[in-house]
């Protein structure tokens, strides 16, 4: 499901939609609120995917990203909600989102979401 911060994203056409190759996008200053306390959580979120006809502007991506420093979301919630986004913006062949937040208490998650179109 979309969220509402999709409208961010833009894109462009893909310059080489007939080739499979991927593109790493690497985003270390990724920072979100934690729903329990209010309190930021930060974390490293790494983009991967293969474009089909689109791919995602990397200013509009930042903007994006942006958009949930005062959205409180559990780890899980939203890296779903980036995948699905994303996915949603550029219909990709395949994406995974690997968000890896920092640790918090002695405790530190990663979470791993992906995409392939059938």
């Given at each position: 499901?979309?969220?509402e911060f999709l409208a961010i994203l833009e894109t462009f056409p893909n310059p080489?939609?007939?080739?499979?190759?991927?593109i790493e996008t690497i985003c270390p200053?990724?920072?979100s609120l934690?729903?329990?306390?209010g309190q930021p959580d930060y974390g490293t979120l790494v983009i991967t995917y293969v474009p089909d006809e689109k791919c995602f502007e990397l200013k509009s991506l930042?903007?994006?990203?942006?958009?949930?420093?005062n959205h409180g979301a559990f780890y899980e919630q939203v890296t779903n909600m980036i995948l699905d986004d994303l996915v949603a913006a550029?219909?990709?062949r395949s994406l995974e989102v690997v968000a890896?937040?920092?640790?918090r208490g002695g405790i530190r998650s990663n979470v791993?979401?992906?995409?392939a179109k059938d």
């Open positions: 499901m979309p969220s080489f939609p007939q080739r499979d190759y991927s200053e990724f920072t934690c729903p329990k306390t930042k903007l994006y990203l942006q958009a949930f420093r550029t219909s990709p890896q937040f920092t640790p791993t979401v992906k995409y």
